[in-house]
């Protein structure tokens, strides 16, 4: 398999778990995993086209790289300038008081 497979999958993976947080309420998670499943995408998209991925958690630089290949990547700009500070991401993510866990 190879590398841009590869990133999809564990895009796919990343986008199961946000699915999974939703169900049970754990939106932070949500936020978390559904950022990185996006970064794995355009990282794959990347690798498709045997460019360097970059090492760094940002959205923004990625995506900036994918739009040189193909310019519909422009649509995911509004999302990507959202700023998730920690007013903005509690805000977004309706986070909640952690909850001790508990043994099964």
Known sequence: MNDQYRWVEFANEDLILAEAAFEKGIYNQVCFHSHQGVGKILKGFLSGRQRTI????????????????DKSFSVFIPFVKIKLTKPAYAQHCSLQPLRPLTRR
């Open 54 to 69: 970059p090492k760094i958690h940002s959205l923004s630089e990625p995506l900036r790289i994918c739009m040189r290949f």
